[in-house]
Nanobody, 121 residues
Framework: VQLQASGGGLVQAGGSLRLSCAASGSTLSFNAAGWYRQAPGKQRELVAA????????NYADSVKGRFTISRDNAKNTVYLQMNSLKPEDTAVYYC???????????????WGQGTLVTVSS
């Protein structure tokens, strides 16, 4: 499966963005999905994870209450709604899909192209 993250950009602190992750070559319906980010000089970290049927989510403490992960299986797309953005949210955001444990651990062998989110103060 190929994943394409999009929707990043430059936004002021307090603003919102919605990221999209479109899958091709396979369906997202049978896998959990996750959003990750990597800030300059830091390791990639899990931001949000969503189970196959959407009944279970897992958010990083730093984004709880501000970010929401969702999926539209008909469109084969996963979204990340980001509200109340902070400068520390600045990073390249990636998406990936697979079994729940792999999504939560972020232990993927390959990653697609991410999308850059820059939050100005």
């Amino acid at each position: 499966v190929q994943l394409q993250a999009s929707g990043g950009g430059l936004v002021q602190a307090g603003g919102s963005l919605r990221l999209s992750c479109a899958a091709s070559g396979s369906t997202l319906s049978f896998n959990a999905a996750g959003w990750y980010r990597q800030a300059p000089g830091k390791q990639r970290e899990l931001v949000a994870a969503l189970s196959i049927f959407g009944g279970t989510t897992n958010y990083a403490d730093s984004v709880k209450g501000r970010f929401t992960i969702s999926r539209d299986n008909a469109k084969n797309t996963v979204y990340l709604q980001m509200n109340s953005l902070k400068p520390e949210d600045t990073a390249v955001y990636y998406c990936n899909t697979g079994p729940w444990r792999t999504v939560v651990a972020g232990t993927f062998g390959s990653w697609g192209q991410g999308t850059l989110v820059t939050v100005s103060s």
